[in-house]
């Protein structure tokens, strides 16, 4: 039962804006959507989190739809190192209900 | 800043041996995370610690998968008896505020 839906795989090319998509429909009030990323062979890193207000940090920028059922993670200028699997996870912050359900993902291959 | 640190990086070991991997998180994190990740099963939390004390080990497969934390800075994992369908590459991860987790390097361990 994924709460996240994410298209299995895009690409884009360098130095261009990667905008990935993930639907989460039947997100809670009290759910916030988190970002990481899987390089590979690598464990996964954590890149952005947000409630209902748009965020930015020095990695990507994360907008998320006002009726909070969609979101989209920036990746203002993709370089070919941002080739990796981002999994689009919703959680609550705190709590015992509060771990990560990583599904499939969307594979982001960055093409020079 | 040494990040989380695991041991060993590959293990190959026999079915029926006893397996334990090691895990150090980052220095002042308070929660610390055991997942599996395998290509059929994705990333799956099998266990997490807060303040030492396992909060929620509803992913640990089965008996065979035992985890302690005797302090704030150390924690293992241990299969016994192994067997060839825990081949899997195991993270820990660990972190302050529950969900921004920082994940080590992973350890692949094969079971023949």
């Known amino acids: 039962d994924a709460k996240t839906t994410q298209p299995p795989s895009m690409d884009c090319a360098e130095g261009r804006a990667a905008n990935l998509p993930c639907n989460h429909s039947?997100?809670?009030?009290?759910?916030?959507v988190y970002w990481y990323r899987q390089i590979h062979s690598q464990g996964p890193q954590y890149i952005i989190h947000?409630?209902?207000n748009n965020e930015t940090n020095e990695m990507a920028s994360l907008i998320i739809t006002e009726d909070r059922k969609s979101s989209t993670l920036i990746l203002p200028h993709a370089t070919l190192r941002d080739t990796a699997v981002y999994y689009c996870?919703?959680?609550?912050?705190?709590?015992?209900?509060?771990?990560?359900?990583f599904g499939k993902g969307i594979t982001l291959s960055v093409r020079p | 800043d040494a990040g989380v640190i695991q041991s060993p990086r590959h293990e190959v070991t026999e079915m029926g041996q006893e397996v334990t991997l090691r895990c150090k998180p980052i220095?002042?994190?308070?929660?610390l995370f055991w997942y599996r990740q395998t290509m059929m099963r994705g990333l799956e939390l099998l266990i997490y610690?807060?303040?030492?004390?396992?909060?929620?080990d509803s992913g640990m497969p089965e008996d065979r998968f035992s985890a302690k934390m005797p302090n704030a800075s150390f924690s293992t994992l241990k299969i016994q008896p192994s067997e060839p369908r825990d081949s899997a590459v195991y993270f820990c991860?660990?972190?302050?505020?529950?969900?921004?987790?920082?994940f080590g390097p992973g350890t692949r361990l094969t079971v023949l």
């Open positions: 220095s002042g994190h308070n929660s």
């Open positions: 039947t997100i809670s009030g009290n759910e916030y």
């Open positions: 610690f807060n303040n030492n004390v396992p909060i929620d």
């Open positions: 996870i919703v959680s609550v912050l705190t709590g015992a209900n509060s771990k990560l359900t």
């Open positions: 991860a660990s972190s302050v505020r529950y969900n921004e987790q920082f």
């Open positions: 947000g409630l209902k």
